[in-house]
């Protein structure tokens, strides 16, 4: 069995979506790889394929798609140009040609190497075949016919073959008006038969038209005579076909040993543009499904944010109608456990997993939200469904068994590194012994370092996995009054499967359910009672949660809006003192400049200077000095009274990292670290190093000499990636500002790659932006076209 077999393969639905593939494609080369698509070796390969994608769907958005058209399978004939022939048909060399042209229009596209690295490195592998392609089409016309000038013997014979059948055409009209005066011909129409010019006689006129019979029509009444004045002209007529034919086959000919000859070169340039049309559909299938790359790691937690199933997008069409789902798996737990109702998306989930596992290692973006990272496995084995046989004789419960022994072989086989899906583990005999069953196969492949999510019913094993070393339960949730499934999974706690209440909902019998009720044991009952507790309070906890997180949203909110107000007083209070500062200081100029004047006076009429006579321009001086002097000095800062203790803080105040110019925000509070929100960028660090900046709740002291802007001091980072244009550009302008007024001199604007619109609008709003003085793009290992470093004036 295969690392990625088949049937697996077929289970998580991924032949549907080659197939939907395949539809996208434009070659049968194409077509073909796209039906075959399979994992590739390593996560790099998997990237490389992945960023050619994103780079053509980039093309496909602004309108420039690949210049493919359709194309026929080309292998066959291929590999009869490895073998002598003497000549290839005219309809296959034509193929050849359409193949040259087409690649000379890849070869001729014009790209921005630093948006195309990859696609345009991909071109230049193409191989040169500009000289077979100018020898085709001195051959063939754009409709795939031979050219009348294809060589200049041809052109003398078709010239002279056209001159002799005006020749006979002449003669052949006078021989019809003699014969249609003689009533011999119901029409003048000019009639070949064989390639030869003939009369349609009337057959009660054989004997007046001598010549040869070439035959007669349907119903008889008209005999075809060729005259025997155009014996001669006919045969000469005949011979230039032969002529031209023996032409044309030593011109394919020639052309085949041309095509030959550049076999290699037409096979490696049939690969490539049958990649190429495969990436090209992938790009598109990737518009369809509004999927973004993802992060490929050879170790670390696959995680999955907002995953939606690439099968349910296809045939809804609908973005919004397809609940998405969050899944982890690898990081803590290595076996996830799936509990719930039926109908619940259970199976959805596990499928989703298996297939988005496979095509991101395929190369392709994911339907998912940024943070989803996929890792690396060396093989996917799954069962799903019910595949009992009639014709193999194996029941349910047997096919089952018989699937989970070639799961363990082959993930014993595979060693680390499998992921395993398994639907409803251990259904289809008694349910202790089931699950019991389930309980032994989860711990075996997890000992074996095999991944693995799975689905059950069974409450034992639920509890089972609640306190296994390296398994975690989770539920699909629904409407605890509807009973409704939200088709959402949530990861911690074990999910009630509610089939009694869903019987009744679903219109069973009441009196029997309360029946069936009845027979539930205390024990059961007693967990199920567990369960929706369990269920409840969870609910209870993420509505607290949500609304703490908005509390503390709207707080820094508030305060950033409080900060900013402050900045922009301050800022104005800073023009009026610079203002008040040039007035003062040309009034100094001046008391000066009087001085200077006075002792001069004094010195020409050779008096001594005397404070009566400068003691008001001394005055003034001084008056002016000690003006500017208080202007210059720093606004006094409140200290803190003698004795008195710090205070606590609390989620939601401004505090300062020690080491740190700039203020941030705490987000989170426990015993001994803190998380805390720096400009764009969360941290956790030790409780200790954290001082308040400000009494919560108090407003800003009013006299606005306590205000710094080192407060707006800001990293020399932003995180743009993932945001809306309109949002990425507004934080941006309020960043540019702030990084300015921090004094930096560069900093990088982090968009990220994804279909390249956010990348665009930034880079374009950068361009014309007061701060910035140049733009770079940094080296691959520093994130290449996913950063713009920005040179600050």
């Given at each position: 069995?295969?690392?990625?077999?088949?049937?697996?393969?077929?289970?998580?639905?991924?032949?549907?979506?080659?197939?939907?593939?395949?539809?996208?494609?434009?070659?049968?080369?194409?077509?073909?790889?796209?039906?075959?698509?399979?994992?590739?070796?390593?996560?790099?390969?998997?990237?490389?394929?992945?960023?050619?994608?994103?780079?053509?769907?980039?093309?496909?958005?602004?309108?420039?798609?690949?210049?493919?058209?359709?194309?026929?399978?080309?292998?066959?004939?291929?590999?009869?140009?490895?073998?002598?022939?003497?000549?290839?048909?005219?309809?296959?060399?034509?193929?050849?040609?359409?193949?040259?042209?087409?690649?000379?229009?890849?070869?001729?596209?014009?790209?921005?190497?630093?948006?195309?690295?990859?696609?345009?490195?991909?071109?230049?592998?193409?191989?040169?075949?500009?000289?077979?392609?100018?020898?085709?089409?001195?051959?063939?016309?754009?409709?795939?016919?031979?050219?009348?000038?294809?060589?200049?013997?041809?052109?003398?014979?078709?010239?002279?073959?056209?001159?002799?059948?005006?020749?006979?055409?002449?003669?052949?009209?006078?021989?019809?008006?003699?014969?249609?005066?003689?009533?011999?011909?119901?029409?003048?129409?000019?009639?070949?038969?064989?390639?030869?010019?003939?009369?349609?006689?009337?057959?009660?006129?054989?004997?007046?038209?001598?010549?040869?019979?070439?035959?007669?029509?349907?119903?008889?009444?008209?005999?075809?005579?060729?005259?025997?004045?155009?014996?001669?002209?006919?045969?000469?007529?005949?011979?230039?076909?032969?002529?031209?034919?023996?032409?044309?086959?030593?011109?394919?000919?020639?052309?085949?040993?041309?095509?030959?000859?550049?076999?290699?070169?037409?096979?490696?340039?049939?690969?490539?543009?049958?990649?190429?049309?495969?990436?090209?559909?992938?790009?598109?299938?990737?518009?369809?499904?509004?999927?973004?790359?993802?992060?490929?790691?050879?170790?670390?937690?696959?995680?999955?944010?907002?995953?939606?199933?690439?099968?349910?997008?296809?045939?809804?069409?609908?973005?919004?109608?397809?609940?998405?789902?969050?899944?982890?798996?690898?990081?803590?737990?290595?076996?996830?456990?799936?509990?719930?109702?039926?109908?619940?998306?259970?199976?959805?989930?596990?499928?989703?997993?298996?297939?988005?596992?496979?095509?991101?290692?395929?190369?392709?973006?994911?339907?998912?939200?940024?943070?989803?990272?996929?890792?690396?496995?060396?093989?996917?084995?799954?069962?799903?469904?019910?595949?009992?046989?009639?014709?193999?004789?194996?029941?349910?419960?047997?096919?089952?068994?018989?699937?989970?022994?070639?799961?363990?072989?082959?993930?014993?086989?595979?060693?680390?590194?499998?992921?395993?899906?398994?639907?409803?583990?251990?259904?289809?005999?008694?349910?202790?012994?089931?699950?019991?069953?389930?309980?032994?196969?989860?711990?075996?492949?997890?000992?074996?370092?095999?991944?693995?999510?799975?689905?059950?019913?069974?409450?034992?094993?639920?509890?089972?996995?609640?306190?296994?070393?390296?398994?975690?339960?989770?539920?699909?949730?629904?409407?605890?009054?509807?009973?409704?499934?939200?088709?959402?999974?949530?990861?911690?706690?074990?999910?009630?499967?509610?089939?009694?209440?869903m019987a009744r909902n679903l219109g069973l019998d009441a009196g029997l359910v309360e029946k069936a009720h009845e027979f539930l044991d205390d024990e059961y009952l007693r967990l199920d009672r567990l369960v929706d507790e369990?269920?409840?309070?969870?609910?209870?906890?993420?509505?607290?949660?949500?609304?703490?997180?908005?509390?503390?949203?709207?707080?820094?909110?508030?305060?950033?809006?409080?900060?900013?107000?402050?900045?922009?007083?301050?800022?104005?209070?800073?023009?009026?003192?610079?203002?008040?500062?040039?007035?003062?200081?040309?009034?100094?100029?001046?008391?000066?400049?009087?001085?200077?004047?006075?002792?001069?006076?004094?010195?020409?009429?050779?008096?001594?200077?005397?404070?009566?006579?400068?003691?008001?321009?001394?005055?003034?001086?001084?008056?002016?000095?000690?003006?500017?002097?208080?202007?210059?000095?720093?606004?006094?800062?409140?200290?803190?009274?003698?004795?008195?203790?710090?205070?606590?803080?609390?989620?939601?105040?401004?505090?300062?990292?020690?080491g740190a110019k700039n203020a941030a925000d705490l987000l989170e509070l426990h015993t001994d670290e803190a998380v805390i929100a720096l400009g764009a960028v969360k941290m956790t660090v030790p409780r200790d190093k954290l001082?308040?900046?400000?009494?919560?709740?108090?407003?800003?002291?009013?006299?606005?000499?306590?205000?710094?802007?080192?407060?707006?001091?800001?990293?020399?980072?932003?995180?743009?990636?993932?945001?809306?244009?309109?949002?990425?550009?507004?934080?941006?302008?309020?960043?540019?500002?702030?990084?300015?007024?921090?004094?930096?001199?560069?900093?990088?604007?982090?968009?990220?790659?994804?279909?390249?619109?956010?990348?665009?609008?930034?880079?374009?709003?950068?361009?014309?932006?007061?701060?910035?003085?140049?733009?770079?793009?940094?080296?691959?290992?520093?994130?290449?076209?996913?950063?713009?470093?920005?040179?600050?004036?």
């Amino acid at each position: 069995m295969s690392q990625f077999e088949e049937h697996s393969l077929e289970l998580i639905d991924l032949p549907l979506v080659l197939g939907r593939l395949a539809g996208m494609t434009q070659t049968a080369a194409g077509a073909g790889a796209a039906r075959a698509l399979s994992p590739l070796d390593s996560p790099r390969e998997a990237r490389r394929r992945m960023d050619l994608v994103v780079e053509i769907q980039r093309r496909l958005e602004l309108g420039e798609p690949l210049p493919l058209s359709a194309l026929e399978d080309l292998t066959p004939l291929l590999k009869r140009l490895a073998s002598p022939l003497s000549s290839l048909p005219r309809t296959e060399l034509w193929q050849l040609y359409y193949l040259t042209v087409i690649v000379a229009g890849l070869r001729g596209l014009e790209l921005e190497d630093e948006l195309y690295p990859g696609l345009r490195a991909f071109l230049d592998g193409l191989k040169d075949l500009d000289d077979l392609r100018e020898r085709f089409e001195a051959v063939f016309t754009p409709q795939g016919e031979i050219r009348d000038d294809a060589s200049p013997e041809l052109r003398r014979l078709l010239r002279e073959r056209e001159s002799l059948d005006e020749r006979l055409r002449g003669r052949l009209e006078r021989l019809l008006g003699r014969a249609s005066e003689d009533g011999a011909v119901r029409e003048r129409l000019i009639t070949r038969r064989d390639g030869r010019f003939v009369l349609p006689v009337l057959r009660d006129f054989r004997g007046s038209v001598p010549g040869i019979v070439h035959g007669q029509s349907k119903s008889g009444t008209t005999l075809y005579i060729e005259p025997l004045d155009l014996v001669e002209g006919n045969n000469e007529l005949a011979s230039l076909g032969y002529a031209v034919e023996a032409e044309i086959a030593r011109i394919l000919a020639e052309l085949s040993t041309e095509a030959a000859r550049r076999r290699e070169a037409l096979s490696h340039d049939y690969r490539l543009v049958g990649e190429l049309d495969l990436l090209q559909a992938c790009a598109r299938l990737s518009r369809r499904l509004e999927a973004r790359p993802v992060e490929l790691t050879a170790d670390g937690a696959t995680v999955l944010r907002s995953a939606r199933h690439p099968v349910l997008l296809l045939n809804r069409g609908d973005r919004a109608s397809v609940v998405p789902i969050d899944i982890e798996l690898g990081g803590g737990y290595q076996v996830l456990l799936i509990t719930g109702p039926n109908a619940g998306g259970k199976t959805v989930a596990l499928k989703t997993l298996g297939l988005l596992t496979v095509l991101a290692q395929c190369g392709l973006p994911l339907p998912v939200d940024d943070g989803s990272r996929i890792s690396w496995r060396g093989a996917l084995l799954a069962d799903i469904g019910d595949e009992q046989s009639v014709a193999g004789d194996l029941s349910t419960f047997s096919y089952h068994v018989r699937r989970l022994g070639e799961i363990l072989d082959a993930v014993d086989e595979a060693g680390e590194g499998a992921l395993v899906l398994l639907d409803e583990i251990g259904t289809g005999t008694d349910p202790d012994q089931g699950a019991a069953l389930a309980m032994a196969t989860l711990e075996r492949l997890r000992s074996a370092g095999a991944w693995v999510l799975a689905t059950s019913h069974y409450d034992s094993l639920k509890g089972f996995v609640y306190g296994a070393e390296g398994m975690e339960n989770a539920a699909v949730d629904f409407d605890p009054r509807t009973l409704e499934p939200l088709y959402r999974l949530t990861t911690g706690t074990p999910g009630a499967s509610n089939t009694l209440a869903m019987a009744r909902n679903l219109g069973l019998d009441a009196g029997l359910v309360e029946k069936a009720h009845e027979f539930l044991d205390d024990e059961y009952l007693r967990l199920d009672r567990l369960v929706d507790e369990l269920e409840e309070e969870r609910r209870r906890r993420r509505e607290a949660e949500h609304a703490r997180r908005e509390s503390i949203e709207e707080l820094i909110r508030v305060r950033r809006e409080t900060a900013d107000r402050v900045a922009e007083i301050e800022a104005g209070k800073t023009e009026e003192l610079l203002r008040i500062k040039r007035e003062l200081q040309n009034e100094l100029e001046l008391a000066e400049a009087e001085t200077a004047a006075a002792a001069e006076r004094l010195r020409k009429t050779e008096r001594t200077p005397t404070d009566a006579g400068l003691s008001a321009a001394r005055n003034r001086l001084k008056r002016q000095r000690e003006e500017l002097r208080n202007l210059e000095k720093p606004p006094p800062r409140p200290e803190k009274p003698v004795g008195q203790p710090d205070r606590e803080m609390r989620v939601g105040d401004r505090v300062r990292l020690e080491g740190a110019k700039n203020a941030a925000d705490l987000l989170e509070l426990h015993t001994d670290e803190a998380v805390i929100a720096l400009g764009a960028v969360k941290m956790t660090v030790p409780r200790d190093k954290l001082t308040p900046v400000a009494e919560r709740g108090t407003q800003p002291d009013a006299s606005l000499d306590n205000l710094s802007l080192a407060d707006r001091h800001v990293g020399p980072e932003l995180m743009l990636r993932g945001m809306r244009v309109e949002e990425a550009l507004e934080k941006l302008d309020k960043y540019l500002d702030d990084a300015a007024l921090s004094g930096h001199t560069t900093v990088r604007i982090v968009h990220g790659k994804g279909t390249g619109a956010l990348r665009f609008a930034v880079l374009e709003y950068l361009e014309g932006h007061r701060h910035v003085e140049a733009l770079t793009t940094p080296e691959h290992r520093f994130g290449g076209t996913g950063v713009t470093e920005v040179t600050l004036c």
